[in-house]
């Protein structure tokens, strides 16, 4: 982090092959680590295209709406491509007892897989661009369509997600073998309907505590306060813990649909992924992974963020723990 601040981020090539190759030296199969063996530099020259590109983007934002607009579809044109190459050299410098990675993903693939991606942007900047001028009266016709986009963003996502993951895992390879994942975009729907209904249970529960909080503080303070009107110990205990009870809560009711929704979506793709001769399989369990999630938080805001490099590590060994492979033959 420092070299990469003190660098404007030039080093960061270099810190994430660092990173990768730790975590894949520490990573085992079948009692084998993997290994990592990216350059930096060439890693380097495709952050600076990317960059390079949203720069653009920026500066013409900043003078025309239509130049933005230009933009953002030669970046949406482009993004597939650099997906695609990004796939392949991270599987390429990964490998497993001396066998390298492989990504057989074509370039028409992941224009196939990523271009509906922007659908939810183009839909945002249409309805955007043809906003009545201001201090006149939006038509009808416009409210409707800036009630539609987030609904219609709300349904197609599980969709444009299950088309990301499929050209991802049916084209993983490691000698002769490549994978394929075996489900439909209904399983994402189910997940992701799921997910909502964590967060809304969360969001319920939170309302029921701060409601029943404020009668219980509310009720103390009173009996508490002072005869001349000023504020009593028992309003300040009242204020104080309401506060608290209003932060803890909120970030539960952020934190709580994430770690559901990893742990679900982990254990469809990995049990979902295989061929003939070897299958995964993932029981990543959500109540431990919300523990580990409120304790690396916890532990964040407790150490002013000291504990940084520690969470990452803590959250990587839960999650790979929790995959193992079942092969027809030894490994």
Not at 48 to 56: H, N, P, Q, R, Y
Not at 186 to 199: E, P, R
Not at 202 to 228: E, K, P, R
Request: hydrophobic share 55%.
């Amino acid at each position: 982090l420092l070299l990469t601040s003190v660098t404007l981020g030039i080093s960061y090539p270099w810190a994430k092959v660092r990173r990768l190759r730790s975590f894949s030296g520490t990573t085992l199969v079948g009692e084998h680590p993997l290994d990592f063996h990216g350059d930096p530099k060439k890693m380097l020259r495709g952050y600076l295209l990317v960059g390079a590109m949203f720069v653009l983007y920026g500066l013409t934002s900043q003078f025309s709406p239509v130049a933005g607009m230009v933009a953002f579809l030669a970046i949406a044109a482009l993004w597939p491509a650099l997906f695609k190459a990004g796939m392949q050299f991270r599987m390429a410098n990964t490998s497993w007892r001396g066998l390298r990675f492989r990504f057989k993903g074509t370039v028409g693939g992941a224009y196939a897989a990523l271009l509906p991606l922007f659908v939810p942007a183009l839909l945002i900047v249409a309805v955007a661009l043809q906003a009545p001028p201001e201090g006149t009266k939006p038509p009808g016709w416009f409210i409707a369509c800036v009630l539609a986009v987030p609904l219609v963003v709300v349904l197609i996502v599980p969709w444009l997600l299950w088309r990301l993951k499929k050209y991802q895992h049916d084209h993983y390879a490691l000698a002769q073998w490549q994978t394929e994942l075996r489900t439909g975009p209904g399983s994402f729907y189910v997940v992701f309907l799921k997910t909502i209904g964590v967060s809304l249970l969360a969001m319920v529960v939170f309302a029921g505590v701060v409601f029943v909080g404020a009668m219980v503080f509310g009720t103390a303070a009173f009996l508490t306060g002072s005869a001349d009107g000023e504020a009593g110990v028992g309003t300040v205990i009242a204020i104080v813990a309401g506060v608290i009870v209003a932060v803890l809560g909120m970030l539960l009711v952020q934190m709580l649909p994430r770690p559901y929704a990893t742990s679900r979506i982990q254990n469809l793709l990995c049990t979902r992924t295989g061929n003939r001769s070897l299958r995964f399989r993932s029981e990543l369990k959500f109540l431990p992974l919300l523990g580990l999630t409120l304790k690396n938080w916890l532990l964040m805001v407790v150490t002013l963020g000291l504990y940084w490099p520690f969470a990452p590590v803590a959250l990587a060994r839960v999650r790979l723990q929790a995959v193992h492979l079942e092969t027809r033959s030894g490994p």
